[in-house]
């Protein structure tokens, strides 16, 4: 048997209480009058009623030919009355292909008898451009004896609700692609196409407005025709520029609803014209502080202000564009600040580990020479002692500038750090006399002296040259070979240029440990591995030591038992030490910016470094660069380097703690004079030394030791991390004794800055 009609519309939520009565009601009354559908409606006296439904109702025979539809019905299908919908088929009303697709559907249902509930339909109404969206519900009518005679249909229009749906998916997406960091060009034409699909007869454009602040450029038009946004991409803002260069220079939206005839466009008609557009309205893009970024344009076939819905899409546009474009601002200044040296502004290490490989193949490929010159300033630390480090500063900032203005646009000068340069001649037709000309004038703009606060000031270089592909086909050859020949133009007297003698020190030959491990520190051979510091009562990671390895060409990976003695007798533990710092505050902040929870990073200071009064200083530099808060920084220093000048040590760490970063002690237990340190300076925590951690706790001094230990730094507020803890009955006896953290291979040896994120996972952070 056939089920009673409500239950036919229990899902149709969508339809009004009253369309599902009417619908009822009908569907009984032509059960028993299927020939007379209209006077079925009469009878019943809801003609009136259901003329007045929003909902669209209507019925059909058996051949899909309307014999009844309300008022809405016939107004939605531009006829003026109902009755005149009496014997039309869709293939009256509609295009064939939609009207194809409702027969085809109508013909399964009456076939089957199985009704069609909820089915969502887009098409375009005769008349219109736009398509709308129905919930439509057909259930077959029958007649007293059961059989189909034909339909009842009921429509909502859902148009503004898949609208909305559209748009709020659509801000979604956008707001992913921000997220995920996608192109500006494609989220600024994804947003255009959003707003597009939400509105009739009208084009999006947006102009970018370029650094200086004068001109407008072209950010995205998918739908604009190519001519007219060549025409106005560069155009230069002002008072009188359209719509786009008025708001860009206003700061406020512009309504221009006749281009032809507002005198913002009198310049501007001509170029316009041809492309039939009569109105445009512009609201500028902004940031967070209301700086101008660009303008969003809607463009119009008619002469017309906007709607109010309308300049609500553009308020929701100019939001998005702003959010991605001052993202891709900010993404590009980070870019610029890692790749460039704060002081001087002048490409880095890190640009030039990018750009010289692609420098030189890209050389190969044309069959073109380049030259690289390592350049040092003799006597700056005579500057930076005598005169101050803002003194020095200002040298090195003047020297840059003259540097860079002595090169032409497709070299490249770098500062590597400290008074070293580094500068690359590229695409040189050969290694000839032109070449060192141009270095000696170069020297020379080094040389002259320097007008300061204190009188004039007169910097010497020492330049060491070689050349592609004479002296190296690697960038890592070039730049070893260039500071072989500087350091052999420093032997010879300093203010000297020095090219590399291939034939006196050919490639193959080894170089000596010392030049070894300058080579290494100036060349990016250095990486750090991080070891976790743990929670000794959860297991939960707290913080990481950073560890320098060695990746050494011919050697491998190295330790730094391998290298450490040699930087300290060399001095070059004070470049090495500087550098560790750097990277391992970058790291730090590049985590944070991953998402991943801050933590501690300790780094080793070594006795030198420690020693030197620009100590603190280089710290705060290292902090400020990276953008790292201090207190994720703790400085690791043993007690023999703070003993060794109580008074100067004192002073330092007090400068260090003023900062907010944190001090340990290193290696505690392993020396006579420990409890002196721990009574004289400010330390922040006490790392027990491996050698007694190793002991136990089989060892019953060890255990004495230890306890000992554990107890005096509570006492003085100290936190405690035993390190080289790598067994199970290591850790019992440190959770017994209340060792707050620990350090070994018993939670993990030291791993890439790449693993860290897994760890943190593993370890339930």
Excluded at 24 to 46: C, Q, V
Excluded at 155 to 168: F, M, P, V
Excluded at 576 to 587: D, S
Excluded at 632 to 640: G, I
């Amino acid at each position: 048997m056939h089920e009673p009609s409500a239950r036919r519309w229990e899902s149709a939520d969508a339809l009004t209480a009253e369309t599902r009565r009417i619908v009822a009601a009908t569907e009984a009354m032509m059960a028993s009058t299927a020939h007379h559908f209209s006077e079925g409606i009469e009878n019943l006296r809801l003609k009136e009623i259901v003329h007045e439904l929003p909902d669209f109702l209507y019925v059909k025979d058996r051949d899909s030919r309307f014999v009844f539809a309300n008022a809405v019905t016939a107004s939605s299908l531009g006829l003026e009355s109902a009755a005149l919908m009496t014997g039309k088929r869709d293939f009256d009303l509609f295009d064939f292909e939609t009207a194809l697709h409702h027969f085809d559907i109508e013909q399964q249902i009456m076939t089957t008898g199985e009704a069609r509930i909820d089915m969502e339909e887009s098409y375009v109404l005769p008349g219109s451009r736009r398509p709308i969206c129905r919930l439509t519900s057909k259930i077959p009518l029958r007649n007293d004896r059961g059989e189909i005679v034909g339909l009842i249909g009921v429509s909502r229009d859902i148009t503004e609700r898949k609208r909305q749906e559209d748009l709020h998916r659509g801000q979604a997406s956008l707001l992913e692609m921000i997220a995920r960091n996608e192109p500006l060009p494609m989220i600024l034409e994804a947003l255009v196409l959003m707003i597009e699909a939400q509105l009739t007869g009208i084009d999006g454009s947006v102009l970018l407005l370029d650094s200086e602040g004068t001109r407008l450029y072209h950010g995205a038009s998918p739908n604009l025709p190519g001519g007219y946004s060549r025409l106005i991409d560069g155009v230069t803002i002002g008072p009188k520029v359209g719509s786009c260069g008025t708001a860009a220079w206003r700061g406020q939206t512009v309504i221009v609803e006749d281009v032809m005839s507002d005198p913002l466009w009198e310049d501007f008609r001509a170029l316009i014209a041809p492309f039939g557009f009569r109105s445009c309205w512009s609201t500028p893009i902004a940031t967070s502080q209301n700086n101008v970024l660009g303008t969003f344009a809607l463009y119009s076939r008619e002469v017309r202000r906007p709607t109010e819905h309308e300049m609500t899409l553009v308020a929701l546009a100019t939001h998005i564009a702003g959010i991605a474009i001052e993202r891709k601002r900010v993404d590009d200044r980070i870019h610029f600040m890692a790749h460039h040296d704060d002081l001087t502004g002048l490409p880095n290490r890190a640009f030039l580990k990018e750009r010289l490989a692609s420098i030189l193949d890209q050389a190969r490929r044309n069959n073109r020479k380049v030259t690289v010159a390592y350049i040092d300033l003799d006597n700056f630390k005579d500057i930076n002692d005598g005169r101050g480090h803002a003194a020095g500063d200002e040298v090195l900032k003047e020297i840059a500038a003259r540097m860079a203005n002595s090169v032409r646009a497709s070299d490249m000068v770098v500062r590597l750090g400290g008074d070293e340069f580094l500068v690359v001649l590229v695409h040189q037709s050969s290694h000839d006399a032109g070449i060192t000309r141009r270095l000696r004038e170069l020297q020379k703009a080094i040389n002259r002296p320097i007008r300061g606060a204190d009188g004039e000031i007169t910097v010497t270089s020492s330049i060491g040259v070689a050349a592609f592909p004479f002296d190296g086909a690697t960038s890592e050859e070039l730049l070893a070979n260039a500071d072989r020949a500087m350091y052999r133009a420093k032997e010879l007297g300093r203010n000297t240029l020095q090219h590399h003698e291939g034939g006196s020190t050919p490639l193959g030959m080894p170089l000596g440990e010392h030049e070894e491990l300058h080579l290494a520190i100036a060349g990016d051979q250095l990486f750090l591995q991080y070891q976790p510091q743990v929670d000794v009562a959860t297991g939960r990671i707290t913080g990481l030591e950073a560890l320098v390895r060695w990746n050494h060409p011919a050697k491998g990976r190295l330790p730094p038992v391998n290298f450490i003695p040699l930087a300290e007798e060399t001095g070059l533990i004070v470049p090495l030490g500087l550098w560790v710092l750097n990277e391992a505050c970058r790291q730090a902040r590049n985590w944070q910016d991953m998402g991943l929870p801050p933590l501690t990073i300790a780094v080793n200071v070594s006795a030198k470094q420690f020693a030197d009064p620009d100590f603190a200083t280089h710290v705060t530099e290292a902090l400020e660069r990276h953008r790292l808060q201090s207190r994720w920084l703790e400085l690791e220093v043993t007690e023999s380097v703070v003993m060794h000048d109580a008074e100067r040590a004192l002073a330092m760490m007090e400068s260090l703690r003023a900062l907010g970063v944190r001090l340990s002690i290193d290696d505690f237990g392993s020396g006579y004079s420990s409890l002196a340190a721990l009574k004289t300076f400010p330390f922040d925590r006490l790392k027990m030394d491996r050698s007694l951690v190793e002991a136990l706790p089989g060892d019953k001094t060890a255990v004495a030791i230890a306890s000992a230990v554990i107890s005096l730094a509570q006492t003085l507020k100290l936190s405690v991390l035993a390190e080289g803890v790598e067994t199970d009955a290591q850790m019992d006896f440190l959770r017994q004794a209340r060792c707050e953290e620990a350090q070994g291979y018993r939670f993990s040896k030291p791993v890439s800055p790449e693993e860290i994120p897994a760890l943190l996972r593993a370890r339930s952070l």
